[in-house]
């Protein structure tokens, strides 16, 4: 079992900055692979980024590569999105999730077991 925690979300204005954070309860949080996923009002949710394991491998939704960096460290149990030139389009429930399969990271929303409860990220124009 994984709980998993987010913060950091806020308030920011179009062109700046806000680093998210995910932190996973539990000792097997170095096997998963981890993803961050994202739901506007009014609009399925969608996936934003995905990191291995390791950390060696990550993949971007097309509409924040170049602009958000996803990261872990293990030893913290915690995975990080970093998240430069927002736009108003990125505001949204983020929320990152952790996948168990051991297949590795993927950009598909149900094959990760655990979510955790969201954290607000608002942009304005």
């Known amino acids: 079992q994984v709980q998993l925690v987010e913060s950091g979300g806020g308030l920011v204005q179009a062109g700046g900055s806000l680093r998210l954070s995910c932190a996973a309860s539990g000792r097997t949080f170095s096997r998963y692979a981890m993803g961050w996923f994202r739901q506007a009002p009014g609009k399925e949710r969608e996936f934003v980024a995905t990191?291995?394991?390791?950390?060696?491998?990550?993949y971007y939704a097309d509409s924040v590569k170049g602009r958000f960096t996803i990261s872990r460290d293990n030893a913290k149990n915690t995975v990080y999105l970093q998240m430069n030139s927002l736009k108003p389009e990125d505001t949204a429930v983020y929320y990152c999730?952790?996948?168990?399969?051991?297949?590795?990271?993927?950009?598909?929303?149900?094959?990760?077991?655990?979510w955790g409860q969201g954290t607000q990220v608002t942009v304005s124009s």
């Open positions: 990191i291995s394991w390791s950390g060696g491998i990550t």
């Open positions: 999730a952790a996948r168990s399969d051991g297949l590795g990271p993927g950009p598909r929303g149900d094959k990760y077991d655990y």
